[in-house]
T-cell receptor
Framework: DTGVSQDPRHKITKRGQNVTFRCDPISEHNRLYWYRQTLGQGPEFLTYFQNEAQLEKSRLLSNRFSAERPKGSFSTLEIQRTEQGDSAMYLC???????????????????FGPGTRLTVT | RKEVEQDPGPFNVPEGATVAFNCTYSNSASQSFFWYRQDCRKEPKLLMSVYSSGNEDGRFTAQLNRASQYISLLIRDSKLSDSATYLCVVEGTGAGSYQLTFGKGTKLSVIP
């Protein structure tokens, strides 16, 4: 399977615990995104990496949330001291984008992984 | 005002019907526009990009009006397999931004 993969697919945790999710993007993609989706809503942007650099972060990403992409390949999203309001589907997406010497170039389709469903009890 | 607003739905239509979805967006700096499809408990998948000139892919036609900040999707000859949630998506809040902003989605049920 050469698509975006996420692990685990489901996570149940107690309030106050820390959790970490992993995303493996499509291998040739240099951009990686994290989104969160709650029931009845569209996905909401959390953060975005180009290679190993974290270039955008949403206001939704509180200081309990941290994301890394240390080698520009896989990424991890950690939530510390989980709260019941963190229960959601966490989606990872990847895409390819080029950079010219003049400006950041166009991006291409973002491919989504199957998501990690987090339940905080 | 929400950044991307869609018809709330749900839309329940018979097979063979034509159905139209509408969407408005608030950020005039937005750069790219898409319709994504999401099946129940699955990840979103790109249905089609939307261009100012309008574009068609088989039974699906998308239109963009930048002046009105309005996006539409038309599905002709609906099939049972078209049943899904359709997400209006806008990319970019300005130069160098590639985040996608999603509407809440419109649920379509095609009935035999």
């Amino acid at each position: 399977d050469t698509g975006v993969s996420q692990d685990p697919r489901h996570k149940i945790t107690k309030r106050g615990q820390n959790v970490t999710f992993r995303c493996d993007p499509i291998s040739e993609h240099n951009r990686l995104y994290w989104y969160r989706q709650t029931l009845g809503q569209g996905p909401e942007f959390l953060t975005y990496f180009q290679n190993e650099a974290q270039l955008e972060k949403s206001r939704l990403l509180s200081n309990r949330f941290s994301a890394e992409r240390p080698k520009g390949s896989f990424s991890t999203l950690e939530i510390q001291r989980t709260e019941q309001g963190d229960s959601a589907m966490y989606l990872c997406a990847s895409s390819f984008g080029y950079i010219s010497s003049i400006s950041v170039g166009d991006s291409y389709e973002q491919y989504f992984g199957p998501g990690t469903r987090l339940t905080v009890t | 005002r929400k950044e991307v607003e869609q018809d709330p739905g749900p839309f329940n239509v018979p097979e063979g019907a034509t159905v139209a979805f509408n969407c408005t967006y608030s950020n005039s700096a937005s750069q790219s526009f898409f319709w994504y499809r999401q099946d129940c408990r699955k990840e979103p998948k790109l249905l089609m990009s939307v261009y100012s000139s309008g574009n068609e892919d088989g039974r699906f036609t998308a239109q963009l009006n930048r002046a009105s900040q309005y996006i539409s999707l038309l599905i002709r000859d609906s099939k049972l397999s078209d049943s899904a949630t359709y997400l209006c998506v806008v990319e970019g809040t300005g130069a160098g931004s590639y985040q996608l902003t999603f509407g809440k989605g419109t649920k379509l049920s095609v009935i035999p």
